[in-house]
């Protein structure tokens, strides 16, 4: 098993970020509490438990958790940290390769040109099997011109982007009458519809015409995508007949492809805190070619998370080579992986 969308403190970089992020508040202490994502020991503890639990190799490749670099520092501050944090997952990749086969490396948009450079330093020197980038940037959408440079960058080093949705409790209210969101529900269904913003804007903005072999990887199986896809499919054969301070005319005409055969490039991951309706029809949606398997540890529990997929998987009549694909083979494939 390759669980490819996992989190890591390492404390290098913990320890930079607390001492140059003066924006970074109280979060730092709270993920601190969260042990696996700075103690290996616990950690190995914890996917030993998995692999044992489940019959089978179980491997991680890491990432950074929230927030994002570009919430919490300037451009300068927020390259040099992207440089630590990808200079310190690198190092554990080449400690515990057996643990760790590869990392996702960390960039700050606030700097396109740094971010740029290290995209080619992390891949090209480092091993990063691809990047993180967040579903916005600092409040800007993905799709603006600026930030294209970054996706052909991906698209010619032919390795994924991992989008994780970014949205706090101050970004938008639940109630225009309230100043933020309560209850964590800018968490709970914030998070699924910025990822799913995200993706239409990338759609709309005919992305995959410009740069069709990308891969993206979208946290929690594609957010909302898949089930409002009569209202992403259908719904939006109509897009601009409800809007009228803006002429949508051209836009579904200027793709080349029905607009709702891109939302099928995206690989949803399987990181559903064990959910079993909502993964049912994530799964369906992608199809086997394009589910990862992910359990986003340590922030959710890996031995529910792998009997979920399994159950859903087992429940949709799945071939044991299309089990195979979403367990690992379709990691290996985007990643440009080693089979174990």
């Not at 958790?65 to 919430?71: A, G, H, I």
């Amino acid at each position: 098993m390759i669980d490819i969308y996992t989190h890591i403190f390492p404390d290098a970089f913990y320890n930079e970020l607390t001492r140059s992020s003066p924006k970074l508040g109280n979060i730092g202490q709270r993920l601190h509490g969260i042990k696996p994502l700075f103690d290996l020991d616990i950690r190995f503890r914890d996917m030993d438990a998995a692999a044992s639990g489940a019959g089978e190799d179980y491997r991680q490749i890491i990432s950074l958790p929230n927030p994002p670099l570009e919430d919490i520092t300037d451009a300068k501050t927020g390259t040099m940290l992207a440089r630590v944090a990808n200079d310190s997952m690198a190092e554990l990749c080449r400690k515990h390769p057996d643990r760790f086969p590869g990392f996702a490396a960390a960039i700050c948009m606030l700097d396109m040109d740094g971010a740029l450079a290290e995209i080619d330093r992390a891949i090209n020197q480092l091993g990063a099997r691809g990047i993180q980038i967040y579903t916005n940037v600092a409040g800007k959408p993905l799709d603006l011109p600026q930030y294209d440079p970054l996706f052909a960058a991906m698209a010619r080093h032919d390795l994924p982007i991992w989008i994780h949705p970014a949205r706090t409790a101050a970004d938008m209210p639940d109630y225009t009458s309230e100043k933020a969101s309560r209850y964590e529900m800018w968490w709970c269904f914030g998070w699924p519809y910025e990822t799913s913003v995200a993706m239409t804007r990338i759609v709309f903005c005919g992305l995959y015409d410009r740069y069709p072999n990308l891969s993206i990887v979208t946290h929690h199986c594609g957010g909302m995508i898949p089930y409002y896809d009569g209202r992403v499919g259908p719904g939006l054969d109509v897009l601009g007949s409800r809007t009228m301070d803006e002429d949508y005319s051209g836009v579904l005409k200027d793709l080349k492809k029905p607009h709702a055969e891109y939302f099928k490039n995206f690989y949803g991951d399987t990181a559903m805190f064990g959910a079993a309706n909502g993964l049912h029809s994530g799964v369906r949606y992608f199809g086997p070619e394009h589910v990862v398997f992910s359990t986003d540890a340590p922030l959710a529990p890996i031995g529910v998370s792998i009997k979920s997929i399994q159950s859903v998987m087992d429940a949709q009549d799945f071939s044991a080579a299309d089990k195979k694909k979403v367990m690992s083979g379709n990691a290996e494939r985007i990643l440009k992986l080693k089979s174990a």
